[in-house]
Nanobody, 126 residues
Framework: QVQLVESGGGLVQAGGSLRLSCTAS?????????MGWFRQTPGKEREFVAV??????YTLDSVKGRFTISGANVKNTVYLQMNSLKPEDTAVYYC????????????????????WGQGTQVTVSS
């Protein structure tokens, strides 16, 4: 049973920074995991934020330059450094994972991911 455990959420003022961490355990698949982040606000669908797929990084346009995803697929660990946070970044952030995928795969879609964490709340005050 694969488990994703997130940490690092919290309350921060606009312009501040937070770093989210996620570690996967229990994975025994043949391929390494691609790991990333989605976020969700009440009444809205889950939104792709970023994913680390081997040496490739994909990031939501609206957070590029502010959010940086990093980690090590071989260690089943991923981080999301969030700088210059805005109130509109307020959401529950979910760690996600799936086996490494080929280019062209729809990584923007929530249903593409096999594994989900419980979520961690990020609140940015104005």
């Amino acid at each position: 049973q694969v488990q994703l455990v997130e940490s690092g959420g919290g309350l921060v003022q606009a312009g501040g920074s937070l770093r989210l961490s996620c570690t996967a355990s229990g994975y025994t698949g043949t391929y390494y995991l691609a790991m990333g982040w989605f976020r969700q606000t009440p009444g809205k669908e889950r939104e792709f934020v970023a994913v680390l797929n081997g040496n490739d990084r994909y990031t939501l346009d609206s957070v590029k330059g502010r959010f940086t995803i990093s980690g090590a697929n071989v260690k089943n660990t991923v981080y999301l450094q969030m700088n210059s946070l805005k109130p509109e970044d307020t959401a529950v952030y979910y760690c996600v994972a799936m086996p490494l995928f080929s280019r062209g795969y729809d990584y923007l879609r929530a249903t593409s991911y096999n594994y989900w964490g419980q979520g961690t709340q990020v609140t940015v005050s104005s």
